[in-house]
């Protein structure tokens, strides 16, 4: 059975001044990631400013991540497109690359019907057998919703083995869990909604937090599996004015802004996306101060 772990970090891409792939600083991020509280990397999804990135350098990033962190996580590949055709050529190299999972995202701007996100996911998933696949409902960002029915019916293929729900609709995933056997995992796409999530069979969360407080995380989501609720409960409030801080504005502008106050140098983001207003810094950086990371 696939075990992609409790705190899989959805991590950021950092860029050079002039705006070009910092390598160097992926490296030394990946490894300190995995050193405090990560279980898997996802490189190039959302917060890693895929639809900003060009293939090449997905690919690149892929590599040195996967070297950096080989025997510490696994590493898990956002090769996701509204293009069918396109997103199995991108997990089909990723497969070759021999990494440990694919993310893929629900087809953005298309908006296609169930069963065509259906034939979707299927053609990935055949034309890749040998690669773990986690689909990703965010319908705040591909205007789709992924149906739970639907979820079900993937679930059932050997290699489709998690969903990373960032609906926000709890009962959505109840409804998930409802549907699909125990083995199929879900992670929560939310940092704010993880422990409830785990509260109705989740696996754990696609973090962004994690990049600050991955330890915590774990320490929160091992507590609840081990029955110390309110443990758990305590972690959870703790983080939760952070988790919404790193929302204030389109992610992942705010984690950005937040690595660079603790001192790495991982950049801006790229256009379209631009700097946080001040008063999003400043609310990063009372939070951040509040739980010690300052």
Known sequence: MINFGRVLTAMITPFNPDGSVNYEEAEKLSIWLTENGTD???VCGTTGESPSLTWEEEYQLFQVVQKAVAGKAKVIAGTGS?????????TQKAAKLGLDGSLQVVPYYNKPPQ????????????????LPIMVYNIPGRTGKNLEPETVAKLAEIPNIV??????GNLDQASQIRQLTSPEFKIY?????LTLPLMAIGGSGVVSVASHLVGKQLQEMIIAFETGKV????EIHLQLFNLSRALFATTNPIPVKAA???LGWKVGTTRPPLCDPPTEVTEKLSAEMGKLGLL
């Open 162 to 167: 998690a969903i990373k729900e960032a609906s």
């Open 82 to 90: 509204n293009s069918t055709t396109e997103a199995i050529a991108a």
């Open 259 to 261: 690595l660079n106050l």
């Open 115 to 130: 069963s065509g996100l259906y034939q979707h996911f299927q053609a990935i998933a055949q034309a890749t057998p040998e």
């Open 230 to 233: 309110q443990l758990a409960t």
């Open 40 to 42: 898997s990397l996802i």
């Open 188 to 192: 929560s796409g939310d940092d704010s």
